[in-house]
T-cell receptor, first 106, second 113 residues
């Protein structure tokens, strides 16, 4: 059951890149890393996922280290609407950590 | 293709009543997960079900809480004799297979008065 560790909170200036780290040192070879975010009390929203290679979609980029023990979610141009709690999760036992509260400031 | 549907969105119950929360997974998804989120806290896993089977209920309180996912119809999370501490947002997620990404519903906000 891979657990994740994320910083409790981060700030980012509007228009700048937001880099959110996640440690998952006990990840197994076939386990994916997923990122979700939760704005206010809405249902968590899927952002991106990856296994080994870096991934990019219209929302974000995901950088996974070669040993797969950590990853970084990158929001290239953060906006005020990106203020949310961001969860990094490695599937296995469906365990969410406490996530990182990202605050984007004007 | 509708997403994960949860109803009701808001539910108010008096102490001692029963609460029934429904979750219809996405089309083609046979795995359902329930999470609880207390105010100002993170998502806590409760139970994982496949059709007609409970796979993992390690996060479910031992008493008053039960879940089912029948062959036909939505998954139901049932809370008997609700107490004020049950007030929370309950989220359901579904997936095509285990160890694979989820899609979440919008949640049911239970308030016990």
């Amino acid at each position: 059951d891979a657990k994740t560790t994320q910083p409790t909170s981060m700030d980012c200036a509007e228009g700048r890149a937001a880099n959110l780290p996640c440690n998952h040192s006990t990840i197994s070879g076939n386990e994916y890393v997923y990122w979700y975010r939760q704005i206010h009390s809405q249902g968590p929203q899927y952002i991106i996922h990856g296994l080994k290679n870096n991934e990019t979609n219209e929302m974000a980029s995901l950088i996974i280290t070669e040993d797969r023990k950590s990853s970084t979610l990158i929001l290239p141009h953060a906006t005020l609407r990106d203020t949310a709690v961001y969860y990094c999760i490695v599937f296995g036992k469906s365990t969410f950590g406490d996530g990182t509260t990202l605050t984007v400031k004007p | 293709n509708a997403g994960v549907m949860q109803n009701p969105r808001h539910l108010v119950r008096r102490r001692g009543q029963e609460a029934r929360l429904r979750c219809s997974p996405m089309k083609g998804h046979s795995h359902v997960y329930w999470y609880r989120q207390l105010p100002e806290e993170g998502l806590k896993f409760m139970v994982y079900l496949q059709k007609e089977n409970i796979i993992d209920e390690s996060g479910m309180p031992k008493e008053r809480f039960s879940a089912e996912f029948p062959k036909e119809g939505p998954s139901i999370l049932r809370i008997q004799q609700v107490v004020r501490g049950d007030s929370a947002a309950y989220f359901c997620a579904s997936s095509q297979q285990d160890n694979y990404g989820y899609t979440f519903g919008s949640g049911t906000r239970l308030t016990v008065v």
